[in-house]
């Protein structure tokens, strides 16, 4: 009996002594942040939906999410935490969509240092949630990815009184502009920092420019209009995963003809669809997959011979030993994201050193 006591006043002191740390409270914002293609009101939306129209609901919804978006900041704290205020949100259980997710700079590689998400109903802004704690009094070099499938208001990194936060310069080369479907965005991913854009962003230092838009990749018109006016050094595209045979027969090379038009001389890199796991035995999404790869295959032929500037790659997201890679038999998980990123970064790569971006 005495020994639970002790436990239970061990364990309220120590949760009495986290909630009366002193932070000093730093707005992301007003820190370097990084991943965006336009200035916008609120500095945590993607795009402005007032100056971009066409969009449904959920798409618009989408352009107000921090999908990508990190911030870099320097730092000598012990113990980093933060505060959030949300708008629009998704309620589902991955820690990614209302989650941050802390990577530091050490030898010169980023490494993940820690993470932590909120409720789906959390509407309280004092709240702070720790990221990462008892670690050295060094200079360290922070980004910190946003959640995924939220839209943020406010987000304030917090560290102990007495420390210093400040902005960091950012160490990321050139712009490199994803935009896809529910892959490019990251869906199903445990950290908002596992998307395989953002693993090619750690991994390479080359800056990107986040777009990945939920089962409404399809080459619309409307994100034509976007696209074609974020200023940015190469341009790669998932735009075979959510459209059908028909809309891909219907739109890819009008697509095409407007990107090239508008960013002449610079590289459009287009992504076959990867392989769904749910075409193992499902006969239908068999035949559906099939078709959609073969009409794909063939256009991107006659674009490639077209247009000098235009490239096809095939990224792999498969563990091709039996396992699975997937978190739901279409969305990869963590490790098949990884996979994904490590089978287009030197096709990638490759592509960019001929136009000198290194």
Known sequence: MKKTLFAALLFLCTVLAASAQNWVRVEASDLTLVGKAFDTPNPYHRIDTVVYKGFTKGENEMCRFSAGLAVLFRTDATDIGVSMEFGVRRSTAYRSYRGVDLYIKKNGKWLWAGMNDFEPNHSDPSLVKSVVKHMDTSVKECILYLPICSEVLSCQICVPEGSVIEPMESPFRHKIVFHGSSFTHGISTV????????????????????LGFSGRCKMQPYFADVLEDVDADAYVF?????????????????????MVKAHPGKPIIIQQTIYWERENFNTEAQAEFTERRAVADSLMKIACKKYKDVYFIVPDAALHNGESSTADGTHPNDNGYSLWERSIEKPILRILRKYKIK
Not at 201 to 210: A, D
Not at 239 to 254: G, K, M
């Open 238 to 258: 998932d735009t075979f995963s959510n459209p059908d045979a028909n809309t891909i027969r219907e739109r890819l090379l009008p697509f095409i003809d407007r």
């Open 191 to 210: 950290r908002a920092g596992m998307s395989y854009p953002m693993q090619f962003m750690r991994r390479t230092g080359m800056q990107v420019i986040p």
